[in-house]
């Protein structure tokens, strides 16, 4: 396991995978719903929806189950491939304690992936990434 420093010239370093609207569609999609079905709920626009779920469909944390057409438009239907999520919050001293912090959680990720893979076992993709708690407020 690798630990990928994020380039300090991205503003947007993890792509916003874990942002708190991101999170919130992840769980809502354990059902299947296109972002109209999906707009109301939220309180956002259809194309704002859209661009999130795409997001979330590059990272491979959604998939395509049906495509519909509606009112000369095609409605996508998504629904969520994670099988299952881990959140915490941390609160660091001082800024050089991220990459201690980020080296350790690495170093446990790995020997949590060590002691669980299995050769030809069902892959799942695990990501850790963290971001500032006020990035993540203005979301």
Known sequence: MTLVEPDPLDADPLGGALAPLRRRLL????????????????????????????????AGLVELVAERQRRGFTERVLRS?????????????????????SEALAGAMAEVVARFDRPGGRAYRVVGAGQAAEALDAA
């Open 27 to 58: 769980l809502r999609l354990a059902v299947p719903a296109s972002a109209s079905e999906l707009a109301p709920e939220f309180g956002v626009s259809r194309q704002k929806l859209n661009y999130h779920l795409r997001r979330l469909e590059e």
């Open 81 to 101: 491939v994670a099988g299952f999520a881990v959140e915490a919050e941390v609160r660091l001293a001082a800024p050089a304690e991220v990459h201690a912090f």
